[in-house]
């Protein structure tokens, strides 16, 4: 099954220094038995300041080379601290440099995409100023990104990314074949019911969490985002505390694979997922 387990997830042990990233790596190919990995830019970074992230081109390297030796290839990375928009152009420019410290970064790594958010905080629709801005950046990234075989975008993850409606908006806008979004599923702050699927042509990569792996009607959310073109892996982000990490990662897991496995049958039984939505 194509699951893997978002980077974050391990968050808290990473904060009390019991896990990095080879910790990671073995984790997931030894303890859960994945093929693929999903790295948050935090466990890759030499160093974090704010709108500064350093990286070490050694440990780069082996971190490569331990990806290869594991044969596990790199799905996303998701970078916090270099969203587009901010209103102030001395810290825009930061978050630009640190972006494209990270694409370099990712190049180096190999992966597949890279989530890079918008930015706007506590917004709940862009600016014209701010939509203009950031839609031209993310044409620059895609740009950059496409020469190197990788898709880029947001996550649904802050202010005005948080609605589906602006996300289209900026998708549309935005216009590049390796453009798309990192659906984080059932994360928004308007218009919930249909904002997965609204999305949905965009999507290149797909976070559970904790709420949505145990949901009733995951399979069929499965079935909806495949019918839209999704081929991906399905990962689950969740930030267990350091002392339940493990155990809290396999439960929700094996719920992610029971709702494939779902999907797969409702797939041999009926002819697709009825919409409910008017897009």
């Known amino acids: ?112 995409s890279v989530r890079i958010d918008t930015g706007a905080h506590g917004d709940s629709e862009f600016s014209d100023e701010a939509f203009d801005f950031i839609a031209g950046r993310y044409r620059e990234y895609c740009a950059f990104a496409a020469e190197h075989g990788m898709r880029l975008g947001p996550e649904n993850h802050m202010g005005p990314s948080l609605v589906p409606s602006e996300l289209v908006r900026l998708a549309k806008a935005v216009d590049e074949p390796n453009f798309g979004v990192l659906l984080h599923m059932n994360r928004w702050s308007e218009d919930r019911e249909c904002g997965d699927e609204s999305i949905a042509p965009w999507v290149y990569h797909v976070h559970f969490d904790a709420k949505t792996a145990v949901l009733d009607d995951a399979a069929n959310k499965v079935n909806m985002l495949k019918d839209a073109g999704y081929e991906g892996y399905w990962s689950l982000e969740h930030n267990a505390p350091a002392d339940r990490s493990y155990i809290e990662t396999e439960y929700l897991l094996s719920r992610i694979k029971k709702h494939l496995a779902d999907a797969d049958l409702l797939r041999q039984t009926t002819k697709g997922v009825e919409s409910v939505c008017n897009l």
């Open 1 to 112: 099954m194509k699951v893997a387990i978002g980077g974050y997830s391990f968050n808290h042990l990473f904060l009390e220094g019991s896990m990095d990233i080879f910790g990671y790596l073995e984790t997931v190919k030894y303890r859960y038995r994945l093929d693929a990995v999903d790295l948050w830019n935090a466990q890759i970074a030499e160093r974090t300041l704010p709108f500064l992230t350093l990286f070490d081109d050694q440990k780069l390297r082996l971190i490569r080379l331990a990806l290869e030796e594991r044969e596990l290839p790199l799905l996303n990375i998701a970078v916090d601290t270099a969203h587009i928009w901010d209103p102030n152009p001395e810290v825009r420019e930061r978050l630009h440099q640190n972006a494209l410290a990270h694409l370099r970064a990712s190049v180096l790594l190999g992966a597949q």
